[in-house]
């Protein structure tokens, strides 16, 4: 049973207008949005009485990001919004990108907190920005080799 691929990766929000803008921003497109509810759904993950929104957004090359905002049961909230890097779980997602400094310039316009920019050898130029709900979102930019 071989693993074929990545489907999505699944971010549980408070505020989804805030981080669905802030991904449609970065560059993921929206692949639709729905609310889902019932028996079914909760036996799947676990809960009852289970009422969610779920965005689902996807990369350039057809990664997805699957927002959910629990309506029912509450969503727990687990540590500080703003986590640092070395909190334990899944703490960051990394893209690929041209042009580094307008993304973080655009993101950074676009309420993303810059938490720090280096650049690694002569391959990467990298940077950290912190989105709503303390998502944090690492960036890279290859740089060319000559």
């Known amino acids: 049973m071989p693993l074929k691929r990545m489907d999505n990766i699944l971010i549980v929000v408070d ?8 991904f449609i921003e970065l560059g ?21 009485n289970v009422k969610s929104t779920i965005v ?16 029912t049961p509450d969503a727990i909230r687990f540590g500080p919004v703003d986590a640092p890097v070395n909190t334990l779980g899944l703490r ?12 973080v310039a655009h993101m950074q316009a676009h309420a993303a907190e810059l938490i720090g920019q280096m650049q690694y050898e002569q391959s990467y130029r990298l940077a950290y920005i912190r989105g709503p709900e303390g998502i944090i979102v690492g960036l890279a930019e290859q740089l060319v080799q000559g």
């Open 15 to 22: 505020d989804l207008d805030a981080v669905k803008t802030f």
């Open 28 to 48: 993921l497109t929206l692949e639709g949005q729905t609310t889902v509810e019932g028996a079914a759904v909760g036996r799947l993950i676990g809960l009852e």
């Open 56 to 71: 689902m957004l996807r990369t350039p090359d057809g990664q997805g990001i699957e927002l959910d905002k629990f309506h």
């Open 92 to 103: 960051r997602l990394m893209f690929a990108v041209e042009g580094l400094d307008s993304v």
